[in-house]
């Protein structure tokens, strides 16, 4: 039986830049795990193919089949959680046991006000949008 | 919307299951190992070749054989200089190579890559042509088809989106994949 | 799903046949390479010793340029016979060895040159081996030649690791799981640097080629202009045949004499681009137009009567010389695309010489030096129009430029026999690209003459909630211009890829107005001040997700391409920034 959890210090999700992100993670891996890696990362998601880039990355050696340890990690200045017509970026935690590779996410948000920025679509004339229109193959 | 929300994109469309019509997956691995493992899935662009070439490598993973995919593109239609020495290193009888894209090769280069290769227990490639290897499979799509999966997406019944999948899919000439990238524009239009 | 070409599943080890098959297969690389390692070795060790050797006075004999070698044998090359006596502790001994290895030469003048430098009675000096006084040399070893080794040596790497790579024990991996973390998409800069390697030396090889068949042949021939015309007889002529491993190739070879100063040389160099090539035909015909005995005219350098030529004007074969282009081009294209890859495309010129970011190799968002943070900034437009023209002009050029060959084919063969339908119908989509080609060298040309904007940033490094001024000034046909527009523009750019496809969507979620103007000093220059949002997103780029930002100018100029030049703006995030991401 395999559980993995991320809770966050107060329930807290929301973040300006460089605010550190405290909490605790929990698991329960059966067989016991070689090692766990909490990783503080970016990704896509929208219409184009997904990214993501990890930014910070905390390893628990000598892990027991159950435990639970606290973490500390820190948010860089950018890129902010933001959401577009066509793309969004998110921030999330991700706990990962090895070598199984179960992993349990949390979703949090990153920007000036601690939430995500919001994009909207310009309304351009008909020209305007078949002259940016691109199509590259 | 907001684009992590829209059920059109990315994510929920490389989710989406290959939706056999006529065959079921323990028929088309029969036909696979009467072929000998040796096959292509045809179809045209938007198709679903590449969704059923993912699907197929697990399948064939629980009936104890080894996949290796590889894919071309139009940015990389031929391998990188060294890929197949590489490749053939470790090549045994067991292992069944997955090529999606077989259509970028050249013919000369279609024919080098089955000689280095021939050594492995299987090939099988998706092309848009018939010819270069037996057909294993042929992708066909239909405005029902795109109906259901967009239904999947939203959520909803097929019947209530039979209309609109019928003008996307004359309008994208039968290009699924086009077609659901439209439904994205367009839910992503209504809700701003 | 890995999108590079190579993903690997859950492997199982090569079983020992299979191990053994690979080890023979790579024992012939591994052995070659090794047999030619030796073979080099041994050479260069040889010519290394030469300069251990002692450094003696000798007299010559005889030098002359002679057709066979050592053993008597004729192979169509060239030789130098040269004998030359020297005393060691007391003893006089004679020697024939101008170097450890007899030198073949394909160009008669290279051996009247190298004969010329040793002439009969004359004093030179030769290096004799003091273990050996018997073994002598006027040329020692060439201390290059080692660097040679390398090469078998690729050879020898490429066995032994693959031998290691059949034999070492297969690492456990983890089977793959549905759920996977969307971490693992994360990616470093892999093969960028591999890459680099490749296409540099793509073009490196493809510059060499390119400097020997035609740079070099081509610096002959302006030099040859000049070149005073003097009366041959040919001695000998034939056409060569030189086996290779895809067929034969052909070279011409005529031997004449001729007499400049009141001295006789002899050459056999035909034109300066020299070398074999296929096509048997065309190089009997030359042969045919001179026959042993016959009288011609050839061209001789004054400053070096042994250089000689029968044709010193451009001819149809040095098209060839234009190939190895297609591989600098590949390796230019190749190389640039990938240095561009790892710096961030948004950066402008600094008006000041000091840097203003610091772009690491994985950054999505540009990071800003310390200091740096109210330097103004001149923008770099996306793509110049002379970058436009030049490109276009070098695609056209060398496009029609080998259809030519073709089409210049087709005409003189119609004039002389019947008609090539065939070929006619291949060559008309590339006729048409050719000419298509043409028209957009004009197009870009015309686009050349527009007036071209300077657009300063200050601060260079605006943050979001910033107001940023633009000073522009328009160099070129400014007059022309009805009307001036510049906007700041701010854009979701997603590539999507999936199979062979790939396509980019753009949504613009900012356009602001910067100016718009109709008066004509202030379409001459002028300056403007816009506030970014504070409540937008900040530039990001990651592989297949970009925010945007770009200051886009447009010039409406009547019957003529009007000005639509991009520049990359770097729109940083609100705050101060201290540290890459």
Same mark, same amino acid.
């Given at each position: 039986?395999?559980?993995?959890?991320?809770?966050?210090?107060?329930?807290?999700?929301?973040?300006?830049?460089?605010?550190?992100?405290?909490?605790?993670?929990?698991?329960?891996?059966?067989?016991?795990?070689?090692?766990?890696?909490?990783?503080?990362?970016?990704?896509?998601?929208?219409?184009?193919?997904?990214?993501?880039?990890?930014?910070?990355?905390?390893?628990?050696?000598?892990?027991?089949?159950?435990?639970?340890?606290?973490?500390?990690?820190?948010?860089?200045?950018?890129?902010?959680?933001?959401?577009?017509?066509?793309?969004?970026?998110?921030?999330?935690?991700?706990?990962?046991?090895?070598?199984?590779?179960?992993?349990?996410?949390?979703?949090?948000?990153?920007?000036?006000?601690?939430?995500?920025?919001?994009?909207?679509?310009?309304?351009?004339?008909?020209?305007?949008?078949?002259?940016?229109?691109?199509?590259?193959? | 919307?907001?684009?992590?929300?829209?059920?059109?994109?990315?994510?929920?469309?490389?989710?989406?299951?290959?939706?056999?019509?006529?065959?079921?997956?323990?028929?088309?691995?029969?036909?696979?190992?009467?072929?000998?493992?040796?096959?292509?899935?045809?179809?045209?662009?938007?198709?679903?070749?590449?969704?059923?070439?993912?699907?197929?490598?697990?399948?064939?993973?629980?009936?104890?054989?080894?996949?290796?995919?590889?894919?071309?593109?139009?940015?990389?239609?031929?391998?990188?200089?060294?890929?197949?020495?590489?490749?053939?290193?470790?090549?045994?009888?067991?292992?069944?190579?997955?090529?999606?894209?077989?259509?970028?090769?050249?013919?000369?280069?279609?024919?080098?890559?089955?000689?280095?290769?021939?050594?492995?227990?299987?090939?099988?490639?998706?092309?848009?042509?018939?010819?270069?290897?037996?057909?294993?499979?042929?992708?066909?799509?239909?405005?029902?088809?795109?109906?259901?999966?967009?239904?999947?997406?939203?959520?909803?019944?097929?019947?209530?989106?039979?209309?609109?999948?019928?003008?996307?899919?004359?309008?994208?000439?039968?290009?699924?994949?086009?077609?659901?990238?439209?439904?994205?524009?367009?839910?992503?239009?209504?809700?701003? | 799903?890995?999108?590079?070409?190579?993903?690997?599943?859950?492997?199982?080890?090569?079983?020992?046949?299979?191990?053994?098959?690979?080890?023979?297969?790579?024992?012939?690389?591994?052995?070659?390479?090794?047999?030619?390692?030796?073979?080099?070795?041994?050479?260069?060790?040889?010519?290394?010793?030469?300069?251990?050797?002692?450094?003696?006075?000798?007299?010559?004999?005889?030098?002359?340029?002679?057709?066979?070698?050592?053993?008597?044998?004729?192979?169509?090359?060239?030789?130098?016979?040269?004998?030359?006596?020297?005393?060691?502790?007391?003893?006089?001994?004679?020697?024939?060895?101008?170097?450890?290895?007899?030198?073949?030469?394909?160009?008669?003048?290279?051996?009247?040159?190298?004969?010329?430098?040793?002439?009969?009675?004359?004093?030179?000096?030769?290096?004799?081996?003091?273990?050996?006084?018997?073994?002598?040399?006027?040329?020692?070893?060439?201390?290059?030649?080692?660097?040679?080794?390398?090469?078998?040596? =690729?050879?020898?790497?490429?066995?032994?690791?693959?031998?290691?790579?059949?034999?070492?024990?297969?690492?456990?991996?983890?089977?793959?799981?549905?759920?996977?973390?969307?971490?693992?998409?994360?990616?470093?800069?892999?093969?960028?640097?591999?890459?680099?390697?490749?296409?540099?030396?793509?073009?490196?090889?493809?510059?060499?080629?390119?400097?020997?068949?035609?740079?070099?042949?081509?610096?002959?021939?302006?030099?040859?202009?000049?070149?005073?015309?003097?009366?041959?007889?040919?001695?000998?002529?034939?056409?060569?045949?030189?086996?290779?491993?895809?067929?034969?190739?052909?070279?011409?070879?005529?031997?004449?004499?001729?007499?400049?100063?009141?001295?006789?040389?002899?050459?056999?160099?035909?034109?300066?681009?020299?070398?074999?090539?296929?096509?048997?035909?065309?190089?009997?015909?030359?042969?045919?137009?001179?026959?042993?005995?016959?009288?011609?005219?050839?061209?001789?350098?004054?400053?070096?009567?042994?250089?000689?030529?029968?044709?010193?004007?451009?001819?149809?074969?040095?098209?060839?010389?234009?190939?190895?282009?297609?591989?600098?081009?590949?390796?230019?294209?190749?190389?640039?695309?990938?240095?561009?890859?790892?710096?961030?495309?948004?950066?402008?010129?600094?008006?000041?010489?000091?840097?203003?970011?610091?772009?690491?190799?994985?950054?999505?968002?540009?990071?800003?030096?310390?200091?740096?943070?109210?330097?103004?900034?001149?923008?770099?437009?996306?793509?110049?129009?002379?970058?436009?023209?030049?490109?276009?002009?070098?695609?056209?050029?060398?496009?029609?430029? =080998?259809?030519?060959?073709?089409?210049?084919?087709?005409?003189?063969?119609?004039?002389?026999?019947?008609?090539?339908?065939?070929?006619?119908?291949?060559?008309?989509?590339?006729?048409?690209?050719?000419?298509?080609?043409?028209?957009?060298?004009?197009?870009?040309?015309?686009?050349?003459?527009?007036?071209?904007?300077? =657009?300063?940033?200050?601060?260079?490094?605006?943050?979001?909630?910033?107001?940023?001024?633009?000073?522009?000034?328009?160099?070129?046909?400014?007059?022309?211009?009805?009307?001036?527009?510049?906007?700041?523009?701010?854009?979701?750019?997603?590539?999507?890829?999936?199979?062979?496809?790939?396509?980019?969507?753009?949504? =613009?979620?900012?356009?602001?107005?910067?100016?718009?103007?109709?008066?004509?000093?202030?379409?001459?220059?002028?300056?403007?001040?816009?506030?970014?949002?504070?409540?937008?997103?900040?530039?990001?780029?990651?592989?297949?997700?970009?925010?945007?930002?770009?200051?886009?100018?447009?010039?409406?100029?009547?019957?003529?391409?009007?000005?639509?030049?991009?520049?990359?703006?770097?729109?940083?995030?609100?705050?101060?920034?201290?540290?890459?991401?």
């Amino acid at each position: 039986m395999t559980e993995l959890s991320i809770e966050l210090a107060q329930e807290q999700t929301a973040f300006k830049p460089a605010e550190a992100v405290r909490g605790k993670v929990s698991w329960t891996v059966d067989p016991p795990p070689q090692f766990m890696e909490l990783r503080l990362f970016w990704f896509t998601r929208g219409k184009g193919t997904e990214d993501a880039g990890i930014v910070q990355t905390v390893r628990f050696d000598q892990p027991l089949p159950h435990e639970t340890r606290s973490f500390e990690v820190c948010l860089p200045e950018a890129p902010y959680s933001f959401s577009g017509k066509l793309i969004s970026l998110v921030w999330a935690l991700e706990l990962v046991a090895y070598p199984s590779k179960q992993v349990a996410r949390r979703e949090i948000e990153m920007g000036p006000d601690g939430k995500e920025v919001r994009i909207e679509s310009v309304q351009t004339s008909g020209l305007a949008r078949r002259w940016l229109e691109v199509r590259a193959t | 919307m907001r684009a992590r929300d829209n059920p059109f994109r990315t994510e929920c469309l490389q989710r989406l299951r290959y939706r056999f019509a006529g065959i079921t997956w323990e028929e088309l691995l029969g036909r696979c190992e009467r072929l000998n493992y040796r096959g292509a899935v045809v179809g045209r662009c938007g198709s679903g070749k590449t969704t059923l070439l993912e699907e197929l490598a697990p399948k064939l993973q629980e009936r104890g054989l080894v996949t290796r995919s590889i894919r071309l593109s139009r940015e990389q239609p031929s391998f990188k200089p060294g890929f197949l020495s590489q490749l053939v290193l470790k090549l045994s009888d067991r292992e069944i190579l997955l090529l999606d894209g077989a259509e970028q090769l050249s013919l000369g280069g279609w024919h080098w890559f089955k000689c280095r290769t021939r050594a492995a227990g299987g090939l099988i490639v998706t092309t848009h042509l018939p010819g270069r290897l037996p057909t294993l499979w042929e992708c066909r799509t239909s405005a029902p088809l795109l109906a259901q999966l967009a239904a999947d997406l939203l959520g909803t019944e097929a019947e209530d989106l039979q209309r609109q999948a019928e003008e996307l899919f004359e309008r994208h000439r039968g290009n699924l994949r086009e077609a659901l990238r439209e439904c994205y524009d367009q839910l992503a239009a209504e809700s701003s | 799903m890995n999108n590079g070409p190579w993903s690997s599943g859950v492997t199982k080890p090569v079983g020992t046949g299979g191990r053994l098959v690979l080890t023979v297969f790579f024992l012939f690389f591994f052995g070659l390479g090794s047999a030619f390692t030796w073979l080099v070795a041994r050479d260069a060790l040889a010519g290394l010793r030469t300069w251990g050797w002692r450094k003696t006075e000798c007299r010559i004999i005889r030098s002359a340029v002679v057709e066979t070698d050592q053993r008597g044998r004729r192979s169509g090359d060239y030789f130098v016979d040269v004998a030359y006596r020297y005393t060691m502790d007391g003893r006089a001994y004679d020697s024939g060895s101008y170097g450890l290895r007899q030198t073949s030469f394909r160009d008669y003048s290279k051996a009247a040159r190298l004969a010329e430098a040793y002439q009969p009675d004359a004093n030179a000096v030769c290096y004799v081996n003091p273990g050996v006084p018997t073994q002598a040399v006027l040329q020692r070893g060439s201390l290059l030649f080692p660097f040679l080794i390398f090469f078998p040596l =690729i050879f020898v790497g490429i066995g032994a690791i693959g031998i290691y790579s059949a034999w070492r024990p297969a690492s456990a991996m983890a089977k793959a799981t549905a759920d996977m973390p969307i971490s693992d998409r994360a990616k470093g800069g892999l093969g960028q640097g591999f890459a680099t390697a490749f296409f540099g030396l793509f073009m490196a090889v493809g510059l060499l080629v390119f400097y020997l068949v035609s740079v070099r042949p081509f610096a002959g021939i302006l030099s040859a202009r000049h070149w005073p015309g003097v009366p041959c007889t040919v001695i000998s002529s034939e056409v060569r045949t030189h086996r290779g491993d895809k067929g034969n190739t052909y070279s011409v070879n005529i031997l004449y004499s001729y007499v400049f100063d009141d001295r006789e040389y002899k050459a056999n160099r035909y034109d300066f681009i020299g070398g074999s090539s296929s096509g048997y035909d065309g190089k009997q015909a030359i042969v045919n137009r001179y026959w042993p005995g016959s009288k011609a005219i050839c061209y001789v350098n004054p400053n070096d009567p042994t250089a000689a030529v029968l044709e010193r004007g451009f001819t149809p074969t040095m098209w060839i010389g234009l190939l190895p282009l297609v591989f600098v081009l590949v390796g230019f294209i190749g190389l640039v695309s990938n240095i561009r890859k790892r710096r961030d495309p948004m950066f402008g010129q600094p008006a000041s010489s000091a840097k203003l970011f610091n772009v690491a190799a994985a950054s999505v968002v540009p990071v800003l030096e310390p200091n740096s943070a109210s330097s103004p900034l001149i923008l770099r437009a996306r793509a110049s129009p002379a970058g436009k023209f030049i490109g276009c002009t070098i695609a056209a050029l060398f496009w029609n430029g =080998i259809i030519s060959v073709f089409v210049s084919h087709l005409v003189k063969h119609w004039r002389v026999g019947p008609f090539e339908l065939f070929l006619a119908l291949f060559l008309i989509p590339f006729v048409l690209i050719g000419l298509g080609l043409i028209v957009a060298v004009g197009y870009f040309l015309l686009a050349w003459f527009n007036p071209h904007p300077q =657009i300063t940033l200050n601060p260079g490094a605006p943050r979001l909630g910033d107001s940023v001024r633009l000073d522009w000034e328009i160099s070129g046909r400014v007059e022309a211009l009805q009307k001036l527009q510049l906007r700041l523009e701010g854009r979701e750019e997603a590539t999507y890829t999936r199979g062979t496809r790939s396509s980019t969507d753009l949504n =613009i979620f900012a356009d602001l107005e910067i100016a718009s103007t109709s008066v004509a000093q202030e379409m001459r220059s002028g300056s403007a001040s816009v506030r970014i949002p504070a409540n937008l997103m900040h530039s990001f780029a990651s592989r297949h997700n970009k925010i945007v930002w770009s200051v886009r100018v447009k010039g409406e100029i009547a019957r003529w391409p009007d000005l639509n030049e991009e520049f990359s703006v770097s729109i940083l995030p609100a705050g101060h920034q201290t540290e890459s991401v």
